[in-house]
């Protein structure tokens, strides 16, 4: 397992690496499959274009979430004081403050 876990480390040396692959068959096997894939410009293209599609969909869901977080804090401004409202929101207090300076 220890070495599976050095070897999936993203700055693993070039001497680790040839350590590790002759201390274990599998890990050889999957650096050469590694350098295959990696080699091969579709593959590539596909993996980048998941990882755009990934991040963009985690860029989606955060501001989904601050946006409803923004709502509640509206909601609440009436009852709660900025403090009581950052900490339930997670929304930072300069925030709050300023959503309470567009009410007034």
Same mark, same amino acid.
């Given at each position: +397992?220890e070495r599976w #876990?050095m070897f999936? %480390?993203?700055?693993?040396s070039? &001497?680790t690496?040839?350590e #590790?692959m002759?201390? @274990?068959?599998?890990?050889?096997k999957?650096?050469?499959?590694?350098?295959? #894939?990696?080699?091969d410009e %579709? &593959? +590539?293209?596909?993996?980048?274009?998941?990882?755009?599609?990934?991040h963009?969909r985690a860029?989606m869901?955060?501001?989904?979430? %601050?946006?409803k977080?923004?709502?509640?804090?509206?909601?609440?401004?009436d009852v #709660?004081d900025?403090?009581?409202i950052?900490?339930? &929101?997670g929304? @930072?207090? @300069?925030k709050?403050?300023?959503?309470r300076?567009?009410?007034?």
């Amino acid at each position: +397992m220890e070495r599976w #876990l050095m070897f999936l %480390e993203k700055d693993i040396s070039e &001497t680790t690496l040839k350590e #590790l692959m002759s201390l @274990d068959t599998a890990i050889e096997k999957a650096e050469q499959k590694i350098e295959y #894939l990696s080699s091969d410009e %579709e &593959t +590539m293209r596909i993996y980048y274009d998941r990882e755009r599609s990934l991040h963009e969909r985690a860029n989606m869901i955060s501001s989904a979430e %601050e946006r409803k977080a923004l709502e509640i804090a509206r909601n609440l401004l009436d009852v #709660l004081d900025n403090e009581t409202i950052a900490l339930k &929101t997670g929304l @930072d207090i @300069d925030k709050i403050n300023s959503l309470r300076n567009k009410n007034c």
